[in-house]
């Protein structure tokens, strides 16, 4: 299995600010994604990160309010920018296995927009 | 659009056996996946079925696939305490994205 870190683990931010929120990967993979999950909810997945040009966002999230970044074949970041209430969540990263094609999910960033 | 249903909440005594539903709309679905998430903790992927089989076994877990019936099934054998936790079934395709299930919480009484 791969071996995937986020940082922060944890952020409590005030509205209006914004978090940046970075993955690494132990080893290069083709496809980084980032799902959230709202407390008490399942996963959604907000967009697909790809290296060497835009992100692709799922149907209700924008590049404005989540812009990511995919600078090489290990790291990721997303950021969650002008932050209300609302976008308090666990905001996780995840990656495909190419051979086995399971799904890894990093540890997770909870964080609590006051 | 897909769509991944399961139940919210199973109660089983130890040792016994917990099974865990899910039902997904997809056909062009790849791969079923069922993930764990313990409180406060992240996502462990337990266990993942390819479309074209009918079963897996894996230690206490036994996944069966019904793709007929677009029917998931995690069979947990000896339950322990330490299953307690919320289990998710997930679905996949080739783009490597996945659709989740709302979640089912097992909750095991000793």
């Known amino acids: 299995s791969a071996v995937i870190s986020q940082k922060p683990s944890r952020d409590i931010c005030q509205r209006g600010t914004s978090l940046t929120i970075q993955c690494q990967v132990d080893?290069?993979?083709?496809?980084m994604f980032w799902y959230r999950q709202q407390p008490g909810q399942s996963l959604t997945l907000i967009a697909t990160?790809?290296?060497?040009?835009?992100?692709?966002?799922e149907s209700g999230f924008v590049i404005d309010k989540f812009p990511i970044s995919r600078p090489n074949l290990t790291f990721s970041t997303l950021t969650v920018s002008n932050m209300s209430p609302e976008d308090s969540s666990i905001y996780l990263c995840?990656?495909?296995?190419?051979?086995?094609?399971?799904?890894?999910f990093g540890p997770g960033t909870r964080l609590l927009v006051l | 659009g897909e769509d991944v249903e399961q139940s919210l909440f199973l109660s089983v005594r130890e040792g016994d056996s917990s099974v865990i539903n899910c039902t997904y709309t997809?056909?062009?679905?790849?791969?079923l996946y069922w993930y764990k998430q313990e409180p406060g903790a992240g996502l462990q992927l337990l266990t993942y079925?390819?479309?074209?089989?009918d079963m897996k076994q894996d230690q206490r877990l036994t996944v069966l696939l019904n793709k007929k019936d677009k029917h998931l099934s995690l069979r947990i054998a000896d339950t322990q305490t330490g299953d307690s936790a919320i289990y998710f079934c997930?679905?996949?395709?080739?783009?490597?994205?996945?659709?989740f299930g709302q979640g089912t919480t097992l909750q095991v009484k000793p």
């Open positions: 995840s990656v495909p296995l190419a051979v086995q094609e399971t799904q890894y």
């Open positions: 080893s290069q993979v083709t496809m």
């Open positions: 990160a790809n290296q060497g040009s835009e992100a692709t966002y």
């Open positions: 997809d056909s062009s679905s790849t791969y």
């Open positions: 079925i390819f479309s074209n089989m």
């Open positions: 997930a679905e996949g395709g080739n783009t490597g994205k996945l659709i």
